[in-house]
């Protein structure tokens, strides 16, 4: 069976987690038939084989040894769980202290201090290299960066790649609170956020801010952009009440902020989700194709804004 420790989890001792294997929701747990500790966790991939998932350290069950397993593999630990069977987790991690991470930041200057922030997230999981999550996305902000170069916009345009994404969003975060200590955090209007355009040519459009949703509709029909993979999948639409992830913080300083991802490529792209699979001939073209010319022209709406 294909497992992965996930990304933060405490370690078995020596000799393992052991115990009854039972089923809660949405994962396995194995206790400890004397104590009823539960003494090791199997969560379940998203979107099909194993993963590695990411433990929050701050969160009450981060003592708890944790692995992924693949959807493939629930049938069989059901059986387990049927027959009550024993079990035993063992594997062996390796804490560093004081590891660094970094944000990547590029600036062009604007006719004004007013800045639009546009970035997307440079790191990966442990597993995989990462190509559709997040290297596609991060190529299109400096796609977007060689488009606009040589040009003095109105707002001053930042660009930027972050770092750990993918474990409790520490570099966002930091750019959010370097920013405000710098006492320019107000200069930054809007924060346009990418992460794993190429899943397919549907955006999600995470927002909270009506106009800027409204405008990515107008660059669809402007620009004749349809979707072929499935006519009742809208090419845009919002994930209704939500600023997610890396765009958090920014809204949360009360900057106009938008947050994109994709899909529609689900069955081909999604099963590459935080897998070795994922590879840069993975990277479907027209994906990138059409975030960069959405993107090209959300932007010159946005500096007109």
Known sequence: MECYPAFGSAWPDQNGARGVLTRQAGAFEIVDPTSKQVTARVNISTYGRAVTGVIDPASENAHIPTICIGKQDVAFLKDAVANRSTARVHFKAEFINDARTSNIVGTLPGETDEEILIFAHA???????????????????????????GTRPKRTMTFMGTGSEGYMLLGAKHYVERRRAEGSLHNIKFCINFDSLTYGPNLYVHTLD????????????DLRLHNEFDP????????PGA??????????????TIDLNSRGYDEEQLPLWHRPEDTADRVPPDCVENSFLVFNEYLRWIQAL
Do not use: C, K, W
């Open 210 to 221: 009506e106009e800027l949703r409204q405008i990515m509709g107008s660059i669809h029909h």
């Open 123 to 149: 790191d990966t999981q442990y597993n995989t290299p990462g190509a559709n999550d997040n290297t596609a996305s991060l190529i299109i902000v400096l796609m977007l960066a060689h488009a606009f170069s």
């Open 243 to 256: 600023v997610r992830s890396e765009a958090h913080p920014y809204a949360e300083a009360g900057i106009r």
């Open 232 to 239: 009742a999948y809208p090419i845009a639409f919002e994930y």
